[in-house]
Protein backbone atom coordinates (compact mmCIF):
# COMPACT_ATOMS: atom_id res chain seq x y z
CA UNK A 1 0.00 0.00 0.00
CA UNK A 2 1.35 3.20 -1.01
CA UNK A 3 1.00 6.15 1.72
CA UNK A 4 2.76 8.82 -0.45
CA UNK A 5 0.61 11.91 -1.12
CA UNK A 6 0.56 14.17 -4.53
CA UNK A 7 3.61 16.39 -4.47
CA UNK A 8 0.73 19.00 -5.24
CA UNK A 9 -0.60 18.92 -1.93
CA UNK A 10 2.76 19.92 -0.06
CA UNK A 11 2.66 23.22 -2.69
CA UNK A 12 -0.76 23.64 -1.55
CA UNK A 13 0.41 23.89 2.37
CA UNK A 14 3.14 26.05 1.53
CA UNK A 15 0.82 28.58 -0.33
CA UNK A 16 -1.60 28.39 2.78
CA UNK A 17 0.91 28.69 5.43
CA UNK A 18 2.13 32.20 3.36
CA UNK A 19 -1.42 33.61 3.21
CA UNK A 20 -1.75 32.91 6.82
CA UNK A 21 1.23 34.47 8.23
CA UNK A 22 -0.75 37.69 7.15
CA UNK A 23 -3.39 36.99 9.88
CA UNK A 24 -1.07 36.46 13.12
CA UNK A 25 -2.70 35.65 16.69
CA UNK A 26 -3.32 39.47 17.06
CA UNK A 27 -5.53 39.57 14.44
CA UNK A 28 -7.53 36.80 15.32
CA UNK A 29 -7.65 38.38 18.91
CA UNK A 30 -8.90 42.18 17.42
CA UNK A 31 -12.20 40.26 15.93
CA UNK A 32 -12.99 38.70 19.68
CA UNK A 33 -16.09 38.47 20.88
CA UNK A 34 -18.00 38.42 17.65
CA UNK A 35 -16.52 40.30 14.51
CA UNK A 36 -16.17 38.24 11.20
CA UNK A 37 -12.91 37.66 9.79
CA UNK A 38 -13.94 39.66 6.27
CA UNK A 39 -10.22 40.42 5.27
CA UNK A 40 -9.43 36.83 5.94
CA UNK A 41 -12.05 35.23 3.98
CA UNK A 42 -11.13 37.69 0.93
CA UNK A 43 -7.61 36.86 0.87
CA UNK A 44 -8.53 33.28 0.46
CA UNK A 45 -11.39 34.06 -2.11
CA UNK A 46 -8.55 36.23 -3.69
CA UNK A 47 -6.08 33.60 -3.95
CA UNK A 48 -8.71 30.78 -5.14
CA UNK A 49 -8.41 29.22 -2.01
CA UNK A 50 -12.57 29.26 -1.64
CA UNK A 51 -13.00 27.53 -5.22
CA UNK A 52 -10.87 24.60 -4.25
CA UNK A 53 -13.78 22.26 -5.67
CA UNK A 54 -15.40 24.32 -8.00
CA UNK A 55 -14.43 22.61 -11.55
CA UNK A 56 -12.45 24.77 -13.64
CA UNK A 57 -14.87 25.37 -15.96
CA UNK A 58 -17.14 27.34 -13.68
CA UNK A 59 -13.72 29.21 -12.72
CA UNK A 60 -12.36 27.25 -9.73
CA UNK A 61 -9.25 25.08 -9.43
CA UNK A 62 -11.31 21.62 -9.94
CA UNK A 63 -9.32 20.23 -7.08
CA UNK A 64 -10.46 17.11 -4.75
CA UNK A 65 -11.56 16.89 -1.79
CA UNK A 66 -8.34 15.47 -0.44
CA UNK A 67 -6.84 19.08 -1.63
CA UNK A 68 -9.86 20.96 -0.28
CA UNK A 69 -8.98 18.96 3.11
CA UNK A 70 -5.47 19.99 3.27
CA UNK A 71 -6.28 23.70 2.79
CA UNK A 72 -8.51 24.08 6.07
CA UNK A 73 -6.14 21.50 7.69
CA UNK A 74 -2.96 23.91 6.74
CA UNK A 75 -5.55 26.60 7.80
CA UNK A 76 -6.22 25.96 11.23
CA UNK A 77 -2.49 24.41 11.65
CA UNK A 78 -1.15 28.32 11.27
CA UNK A 79 -3.26 29.37 14.34
CA UNK A 80 -6.20 30.59 12.26
CA UNK A 81 -10.03 29.70 12.11
CA UNK A 82 -10.62 28.30 9.05
CA UNK A 83 -14.56 28.09 10.47
CA UNK A 84 -15.00 31.32 8.78
CA UNK A 85 -15.16 29.66 5.20
CA UNK A 86 -15.33 26.35 5.40
CA UNK A 87 -19.44 26.25 4.39
CA UNK A 88 -19.00 27.67 1.25
CA UNK A 89 -16.69 24.18 0.09
CA UNK A 90 -19.39 22.04 1.18
CA UNK A 91 -22.86 23.61 0.93
CA UNK A 92 -21.53 23.89 -2.80
CA UNK A 93 -21.08 20.50 -3.53
CA UNK A 94 -24.76 19.66 -3.51
CA UNK A 95 -25.28 22.32 -6.52
CA UNK A 96 -22.05 20.61 -8.01
CA UNK A 97 -23.46 17.16 -7.99
CA UNK A 98 -27.49 17.45 -8.25
CA UNK A 99 -27.85 21.14 -9.38
CA UNK A 100 -29.33 21.64 -13.09
CA UNK A 101 -27.01 22.95 -15.66
CA UNK A 102 -28.77 26.41 -15.33
CA UNK A 103 -27.80 26.75 -11.56
CA UNK A 104 -24.33 25.59 -11.94
CA UNK A 105 -23.71 28.03 -14.67
CA UNK A 106 -25.84 30.88 -12.79
CA UNK A 107 -23.61 30.24 -9.35
CA UNK A 108 -20.74 28.84 -9.68
CA UNK A 109 -18.64 31.39 -11.40
CA UNK A 110 -19.89 33.96 -9.18
CA UNK A 111 -18.99 32.36 -6.19
CA UNK A 112 -15.88 31.37 -7.61
CA UNK A 113 -14.80 34.72 -8.10
CA UNK A 114 -16.15 35.81 -4.86
CA UNK A 115 -19.54 37.79 -6.11
CA UNK A 116 -21.11 35.90 -4.56
CA UNK A 117 -21.11 33.54 -0.94
CA UNK A 118 -22.78 30.41 -0.33
CA UNK A 119 -21.87 30.08 3.84
CA UNK A 120 -25.45 29.35 5.40
CA UNK A 121 -26.64 25.52 4.93
CA UNK A 122 -30.10 25.45 6.85
CA UNK A 123 -30.52 22.67 8.01
CA UNK A 124 -31.10 22.21 11.89
CA UNK A 125 -34.10 23.38 13.78
CA UNK A 126 -34.69 23.94 17.30
CA UNK A 127 -37.30 21.67 17.88
CA UNK A 128 -35.70 18.81 15.88
CA UNK A 129 -32.16 19.05 16.55
CA UNK A 130 -30.04 16.52 14.67
CA UNK A 131 -33.11 14.63 13.43
CA UNK A 132 -33.44 15.79 10.29
CA UNK A 133 -36.27 14.00 8.74
CA UNK A 134 -38.50 15.46 11.43
CA UNK A 135 -37.90 18.98 10.12
CA UNK A 136 -40.93 21.12 10.48
CA UNK A 137 -39.89 23.94 7.57
CA UNK A 138 -42.21 23.42 4.93
CA UNK A 139 -41.96 24.81 1.11
CA UNK A 140 -45.71 24.83 -0.04
CA UNK A 141 -45.82 24.42 -3.98
CA UNK A 142 -47.72 27.74 -5.25
CA UNK A 143 -48.13 29.28 -8.71
CA UNK A 144 -44.33 29.53 -10.34
CA UNK A 145 -42.80 28.31 -7.56
CA UNK A 146 -42.57 27.81 -3.43
CA UNK A 147 -43.74 29.40 -0.47
CA UNK A 148 -41.64 27.99 2.77
CA UNK A 149 -42.40 28.77 6.18
CA UNK A 150 -40.37 27.72 9.28
CA UNK A 151 -36.87 28.25 11.56
CA UNK A 152 -33.88 27.24 11.06
CA UNK A 153 -31.20 27.22 14.01
CA UNK A 154 -27.32 27.02 14.41
CA UNK A 155 -27.01 28.25 10.62
CA UNK A 156 -23.62 29.81 10.88
CA UNK A 157 -22.27 32.73 8.76
CA UNK A 158 -26.33 33.41 7.55
CA UNK A 159 -25.24 37.28 7.94
CA UNK A 160 -22.26 37.14 5.93
CA UNK A 161 -23.88 35.07 2.75
CA UNK A 162 -26.06 36.18 -0.31
CA UNK A 163 -27.46 32.11 -1.22
CA UNK A 164 -28.55 29.45 1.40
CA UNK A 165 -28.90 25.76 0.69
CA UNK A 166 -32.28 25.59 2.59
CA UNK A 167 -33.88 21.66 3.08
CA UNK A 168 -37.69 21.81 3.66
CA UNK A 169 -40.33 19.45 3.73
CA UNK A 170 -42.12 19.79 0.60
CA UNK A 171 -44.74 16.40 1.24
CA UNK A 172 -46.19 15.91 4.85
CA UNK A 173 -44.50 13.05 6.59
CA UNK A 174 -47.39 11.89 6.95
CA UNK A 175 -48.04 11.25 3.45
CA UNK A 176 -44.31 9.36 2.80
CA UNK A 177 -43.48 6.04 2.89
CA UNK A 178 -40.13 7.09 4.63
CA UNK A 179 -38.90 9.53 6.57
CA UNK A 180 -36.50 10.48 4.44
CA UNK A 181 -38.81 11.14 1.41
CA UNK A 182 -40.80 13.84 0.99
CA UNK A 183 -37.56 16.88 1.60
CA UNK A 184 -36.40 19.21 -0.76
CA UNK A 185 -33.30 20.98 -1.44
CA UNK A 186 -33.30 24.69 -2.47
CA UNK A 187 -30.97 27.50 -3.49
CA UNK A 188 -32.25 30.69 -1.14
CA UNK A 189 -31.61 34.07 -2.59
CA UNK A 190 -31.21 35.66 0.97
CA UNK A 191 -30.66 39.04 -0.28
CA UNK A 192 -33.91 39.60 -1.86
CA UNK A 193 -35.83 37.39 1.18
CA UNK A 194 -34.08 40.22 3.50
CA UNK A 195 -35.64 42.60 1.00
CA UNK A 196 -39.20 41.48 1.04
CA UNK A 197 -39.39 41.05 4.80
CA UNK A 198 -39.94 37.71 4.71
CA UNK A 199 -36.52 36.61 6.82
CA UNK A 200 -35.47 37.49 9.84
CA UNK A 201 -31.36 36.63 10.98
CA UNK A 202 -30.46 36.75 14.53
CA UNK A 203 -26.97 36.50 15.71
CA UNK A 204 -26.83 33.93 18.74
CA UNK A 205 -23.94 34.19 21.25
CA UNK A 206 -21.92 31.20 21.48
CA UNK A 207 -17.96 30.26 23.84
CA UNK A 208 -16.32 31.03 20.21
CA UNK A 209 -16.40 33.77 17.87
CA UNK A 210 -18.35 31.59 15.31
CA UNK A 211 -21.13 34.06 13.97
CA UNK A 212 -23.68 31.15 14.23
CA UNK A 213 -27.41 32.43 13.92
CA UNK A 214 -31.02 31.51 13.73
CA UNK A 215 -33.18 32.22 10.63
CA UNK A 216 -37.12 32.77 10.63
CA UNK A 217 -38.90 32.12 7.29
CA UNK A 218 -42.40 33.75 7.03
CA UNK A 219 -43.00 33.28 3.48
CA UNK A 220 -40.33 32.99 2.05
CA UNK A 221 -41.41 32.79 -2.00
CA UNK A 222 -38.86 30.77 -4.30
CA UNK A 223 -38.98 30.35 -7.75
CA UNK A 224 -39.38 26.85 -9.16
CA UNK A 225 -36.19 26.87 -10.51
CA UNK A 226 -34.61 27.44 -6.70
CA UNK A 227 -34.94 23.77 -6.65
CA UNK A 228 -32.10 21.79 -6.44
CA UNK A 229 -32.36 18.46 -8.15
CA UNK A 230 -35.45 16.31 -7.62
CA UNK A 231 -38.39 17.28 -5.91
CA UNK A 232 -38.70 15.41 -2.22
CA UNK A 233 -35.01 13.51 -2.87
CA UNK A 234 -33.51 16.62 -0.62
CA UNK A 235 -32.59 14.18 2.24
CA UNK A 236 -30.36 11.67 -0.57
CA UNK A 237 -29.19 15.05 -2.44
CA UNK A 238 -27.54 16.48 1.17
CA UNK A 239 -26.06 13.03 1.98
CA UNK A 240 -22.97 14.14 0.18
CA UNK A 241 -22.88 17.35 1.31
CA UNK A 242 -22.62 15.65 4.57
CA UNK A 243 -20.00 13.36 3.66
CA UNK A 244 -17.73 16.16 2.59
CA UNK A 245 -18.65 18.11 5.76
CA UNK A 246 -17.25 15.36 7.63
CA UNK A 247 -13.87 14.99 6.07
CA UNK A 248 -13.54 18.78 5.90
CA UNK A 249 -13.94 19.54 9.44
CA UNK A 250 -11.97 15.90 10.22
CA UNK A 251 -9.07 18.09 8.46
CA UNK A 252 -9.81 20.98 10.41
CA UNK A 253 -9.89 19.18 13.46
CA UNK A 254 -6.14 17.26 12.25
CA UNK A 255 -5.02 20.99 11.68
CA UNK A 256 -6.50 22.17 15.30
CA UNK A 257 -4.26 18.95 16.60
CA UNK A 258 -1.32 19.70 15.10
CA UNK A 259 -1.24 23.15 16.50
CA UNK A 260 -1.47 22.24 20.03
CA UNK A 261 0.78 19.69 19.58
CA UNK A 262 3.52 21.80 18.00
CA UNK A 263 2.77 24.38 20.73
CA UNK A 264 3.21 22.37 23.53
CA UNK A 265 5.63 20.72 22.35
CA UNK A 266 7.68 23.89 21.74
CA UNK A 267 6.95 25.49 25.09
CA UNK A 268 7.30 22.54 27.32
CA UNK A 269 11.15 22.54 25.85
CA UNK A 270 11.43 26.04 26.77
CA UNK A 271 9.70 26.65 29.91
CA UNK A 272 11.99 25.76 32.39
CA UNK A 273 11.30 25.29 36.26
CA UNK A 274 13.47 23.66 38.95
CA UNK A 275 16.37 24.35 36.69
CA UNK A 276 15.08 22.01 34.06
CA UNK A 277 12.62 21.91 31.38
CA UNK A 278 8.92 20.83 32.16
CA UNK A 279 9.24 18.71 29.03
CA UNK A 280 11.79 16.49 30.46
CA UNK A 281 8.97 15.44 33.05
CA UNK A 282 6.71 12.46 31.63
CA UNK A 283 3.89 13.93 32.96
CA UNK A 284 4.07 16.99 30.83
CA UNK A 285 5.47 14.57 27.80
CA UNK A 286 3.45 12.05 27.65
CA UNK A 287 0.18 13.50 27.05
CA UNK A 288 1.52 15.38 24.59
CA UNK A 289 2.98 12.51 22.86
CA UNK A 290 -0.38 10.53 22.77
CA UNK A 291 -2.35 13.48 21.02
CA UNK A 292 0.15 13.63 18.11
CA UNK A 293 -0.82 9.54 18.16
CA UNK A 294 -3.99 10.35 18.16
CA UNK A 295 -3.63 13.44 15.56
CA UNK A 296 -1.68 10.99 13.07
CA UNK A 297 -4.39 8.38 13.18
CA UNK A 298 -7.00 10.49 12.60
CA UNK A 299 -5.70 11.83 9.60
CA UNK A 300 -5.07 8.46 8.43
CA UNK A 301 -8.71 8.14 8.23
CA UNK A 302 -9.11 11.49 6.91
CA UNK A 303 -7.15 10.71 4.09
CA UNK A 304 -8.83 7.53 3.57
CA UNK A 305 -12.65 8.68 3.71
CA UNK A 306 -11.39 11.54 1.54
CA UNK A 307 -9.73 9.30 -1.29
CA UNK A 308 -13.31 6.96 -1.30
CA UNK A 309 -15.51 10.57 -1.83
CA UNK A 310 -13.22 11.21 -4.93
CA UNK A 311 -13.47 7.80 -6.61
CA UNK A 312 -17.34 8.30 -6.06
CA UNK A 313 -17.20 5.25 -3.29
CA UNK A 314 -19.77 5.27 -0.37
CA UNK A 315 -17.72 6.77 2.17
CA UNK A 316 -20.38 7.21 5.19
CA UNK A 317 -18.89 5.09 7.74
CA UNK A 318 -14.75 6.53 7.10
CA UNK A 319 -16.07 10.04 6.73
CA UNK A 320 -18.31 10.02 9.94
CA UNK A 321 -15.32 7.81 11.96
CA UNK A 322 -12.56 10.46 10.64
CA UNK A 323 -14.65 13.27 12.25
CA UNK A 324 -14.85 11.24 15.74
CA UNK A 325 -11.55 10.33 16.16
CA UNK A 326 -10.40 13.83 14.84
CA UNK A 327 -12.50 15.59 17.06
CA UNK A 328 -11.51 13.96 19.83
CA UNK A 329 -7.67 13.63 18.69
CA UNK A 330 -7.73 17.54 18.73
CA UNK A 331 -9.71 18.00 21.72
CA UNK A 332 -7.15 15.69 23.83
CA UNK A 333 -4.61 17.87 22.37
CA UNK A 334 -6.01 20.89 23.38
CA UNK A 335 -6.20 19.65 26.91
CA UNK A 336 -2.66 19.00 26.94
CA UNK A 337 -1.87 21.97 25.56
CA UNK A 338 -3.24 23.65 28.59
CA UNK A 339 -1.99 21.97 30.74
CA UNK A 340 1.49 22.04 29.32
CA UNK A 341 0.98 26.46 29.71
CA UNK A 342 -0.79 26.22 33.21
CA UNK A 343 -2.16 29.52 33.70
CA UNK A 344 -0.13 31.16 30.72
CA UNK A 345 -3.04 29.05 28.64
CA UNK A 346 -5.75 30.86 29.99
CA UNK A 347 -3.94 33.87 29.08
CA UNK A 348 -4.95 35.73 25.38
CA UNK A 349 -1.65 36.56 23.98
CA UNK A 350 -0.93 32.62 23.84
CA UNK A 351 -3.88 31.78 21.41
CA UNK A 352 -4.05 29.09 23.25
CA UNK A 353 -7.53 30.00 24.99
CA UNK A 354 -9.22 30.70 21.71
CA UNK A 355 -7.89 27.32 19.79
CA UNK A 356 -9.25 25.77 23.22
CA UNK A 357 -12.79 27.18 22.48
CA UNK A 358 -12.72 26.77 18.66
CA UNK A 359 -11.93 23.04 18.74
CA UNK A 360 -14.23 22.13 21.55
CA UNK A 361 -17.23 22.44 18.86
CA UNK A 362 -16.59 20.10 16.29
CA UNK A 363 -17.14 17.26 19.28
CA UNK A 364 -20.78 17.81 19.34
CA UNK A 365 -21.10 19.60 15.97
CA UNK A 366 -22.09 19.75 12.99
CA UNK A 367 -23.33 16.48 14.47
CA UNK A 368 -22.29 15.26 17.82
CA UNK A 369 -20.17 12.29 18.49
CA UNK A 370 -22.66 9.98 20.29
CA UNK A 371 -24.92 10.30 16.38
CA UNK A 372 -22.13 9.33 15.14
CA UNK A 373 -21.09 6.23 17.39
CA UNK A 374 -24.92 5.51 16.91
CA UNK A 375 -24.39 5.62 13.05
CA UNK A 376 -21.67 2.69 13.54
CA UNK A 377 -23.63 0.60 15.80
CA UNK A 378 -26.55 0.48 13.66
CA UNK A 379 -25.28 1.16 10.25
CA UNK A 380 -22.00 -0.42 10.60
CA UNK A 381 -21.97 -2.98 12.81
CA UNK A 382 -26.01 -4.19 12.37
CA UNK A 383 -26.42 -3.85 15.89
CA UNK A 384 -29.99 -2.68 17.54
CA UNK A 385 -31.55 0.42 16.44
CA UNK A 386 -32.07 2.42 19.80
CA UNK A 387 -35.23 4.70 20.58
Same mark, same amino acid.
Request: include cysteine; glycine fraction near 10%; charged fraction near 20%.
Given at each position: ??????? &??????????? #???????????? #????????????????????????? &????????? #????????????????????? !???? %???????? !???????????????????????????????????????????????? %?????????????? %??????????????????????????????????? &??????????????? !??????????????????????????? !?? #???????????????????????????????????????????????????????????????????????????????????????????????????????????????????????????????????????????????????? %?
Amino acid at each position: MDFSLPP &ELAEIRVAVRE #LCAGFPGEYWRG #LEPDRYPEEFVAALTEQGWLAALIP &EEYGGAGLS #LTAASVILEEINASGCNSGAC !HAQM %YVMGTILR !HGSDAQKEEYLPRIASGELRLQAFGVTEPTVGSDTTSIQTAAERVEGG %YVVRGQKIWTSRAL %YSDLMLLLARTTPADQVEKRTEGLSTFVVDMRKAL &EAGTMTIRPIRTLMN !HATTEIFLDGVELPADALVGEEGKGFR !HI #LDGMNAERVLIAAECIGDGRWFVDTASRYASERVVFGRPIGQNQGVQFPIARAWAGVEAADLMRYKAAWLFDQGLPCGPEANTAKLLASEASWAAANACLDTHGGFGFAEEYDVERKFRETRLYTVAPVSNNLVLAFIGQNVLEMPRS %Y
